[in-house]
């Protein structure tokens, strides 16, 4: 019912309302602007003050035959002194410390890693270990045997809390337990 009264009040002397807005003063469109001459119909004046510019000159011409430019890119210099650190930086390697047992996931076992990195496995072992023993495995110390950075080293400690899997026995040999069927 209430749609009836919308619909009512919607389309009530409609016809006269749109006859209405169609009657109405349309906005004028915004006046031109006067269109100036080309340059080359503004006289001779502006032909001497361009003639110069576009005259052939023999002299500077020659002079810029002359002219032998050589650049170099500086991006690919600063690409070979990078290609020169990163060679430094990979001979800066040391041994694993920590690893799993067998091949996990088929891969291929490391043997080294560079420093300032870790592996899995150790960065699993020093956390477990700081948080067993915080006292005598301090950021200072995983740092050092690592070879870390101390401040990469502290947040990884601070942030980074490796799981914590604890399985809760039954109370009571009583108690129902879903059995498979």
Same mark, same amino acid.
């Given at each position: ?58 002299? @500077?011409?020659? @002079? ?16 070979? %002194? ?38 899995? %496995?150790? %960065?699993?072992?020093? @956390?477990?270990?700081?948080?067993? $023993? ?8 995983? !740092? $050092? ?9 502290? !947040? ?7 799981? $914590? ?14 059995? %498979?069927?």
């Amino acid at each position: 019912m209430g749609a009836r009264v919308v619909r009512m009040f919607r389309n009530f002397n409609l016809e006269n309302r749109v006859f209405r807005e169609i009657s109405k003063e349309k906005p004028r469109a915004a006046p031109r602007h006067a269109v100036s001459d080309p340059p080359s119909a503004a006289g001779s004046e502006a032909e001497t003050a361009v003639d110069p510019v576009n005259r052939r000159n023999d002299p @500077l011409l020659t @002079l810029l035959k002359s002219v032998y430019v050589e650049s170099k890119d500086p991006a690919a210099a600063a690409a070979e %002194a990078s290609k020169e650190v990163t060679g430094a930086k990979e001979a800066e390697r040391r041994p694993l410390r920590f690893s799993l047992p067998g091949d996990p996931y088929g891969l291929v076992e490391l043997t080294d890693v560079p420093k300032g990195k870790l592996t899995i %496995a150790e %960065a699993l072992k020093a @956390l477990s270990s700081h948080q067993r $023993q915080p006292g005598a495995w301090t950021p200072e110390k995983i !740092a $050092q045997e690592y070879s870390l950075d101390l401040k990469d080293t502290k !947040a990884l400690v601070e942030f980074f809390i490796p799981f $914590q899997v604890q399985i809760i026995p039954p109370k009571t040999d009583s108690t129902k337990q879903i059995k %498979a069927s």
